[in-house]
């Protein structure tokens, strides 16, 4: 159980498209998703936090306008990364918990994208 | 200081001995603990989730749990070469619904 499905799973393009990355929680429900960026031999690093019927929340220095985010259903939440330019290369990862006993229930990752702007 | 802490490694274990991780953390009002291991290229695989004091095992992995000191470990017993892998402590924070992650230790278990 608990399995989250992330699509594409690499991307190749060109400076200034627009690439959107799927992530979908294939047997449970989950009102909120969380995207991680990780750069090599980093650390994850959290972007945002994604929430079912609402605005998504943003962490510090994150642009809102660049890594557009929308989560229109209880099992998909999705995130456009507009007009990408090479520094925004990176392995973007999401993540979705299960709701039970919400807060303390561990959260389980997606296979990740690995983004390539040339 | 970092919200979650661990030595970056690498950490170089012979086949089949106890390897330790080690991680500190600095919210006082954590009260969930994960571990997760992550093979080069891939995303983070749940390992072990704990979140009382004392030790909480799971056929080969142990995690263990010190509040009062903000120290939480894992033990990996009869270290195999498919266990080679950066493991990553995350911590859910007291205050709000995030988890933050560790940088990870990278484990080379030795054939």
């Known amino acids: 159980g608990a399995v989250v499905s992330q699509h594409p799973s690499r991307v190749i393009c060109k400076s200034g498209t627009s690439v959107k990355i799927e992530c979908r929680s294939l047997?449970?429900?989950?009102?909120?998703m969380f995207w991680y960026r990780q750069f090599p031999k980093q650390s994850l690093m959290l972007m945002a936090t994604?929430?079912?019927?609402?605005?998504?929340?943003?962490e510090q220095g994150v642009e809102k306008d660049k890594f557009l985010i929308n989560h229109a259903s209880l099992t998909l939440s999705t995130l456009t990364v507009t007009s990408a330019h090479p520094e925004d290369s990176s392995f973007y990862i999401c993540?979705?918990?299960?709701?039970?006993?919400?807060?303390?229930?561990?959260?389980?990752f997606g296979d990740g994208t690995r983004l390539s702007i040339l | 200081q970092k919200e979650v802490e661990q030595n970056s490694g690498p950490l170089s274990v012979p086949e089949g001995a106890i390897a330790s991780l080690n991680c500190t953390y600095s919210d006082r009002g954590s009260q969930s603990f994960f571990w997760y291991r992550q093979y080069s290229g891939k995303s983070p695989e749940l390992i072990m989730f704990i979140y009382s004091n004392g030790d909480k095992e799971d056929g080969r992995f142990t995690a263990q749990l010190n509040k009062a000191s903000q120290y939480v470990s894992l033990l990996i017993r009869d270290s195999q070469p498919s266990d080679s892998a950066t493991y990553l402590c995350a911590v859910k924070l007291g205050r709000d619904d995030k988890i933050i992650f560790g940088k990870g230790t990278r484990l080379h278990i030795l054939p």
């Open positions: 994604s929430n079912e019927g609402s605005k998504a929340t943003y």
């Open positions: 993540s979705a918990r299960v709701e039970q006993g919400v807060g303390n229930q561990p959260q389980h």
């Open positions: 047997d449970f429900q989950a009102t909120t």
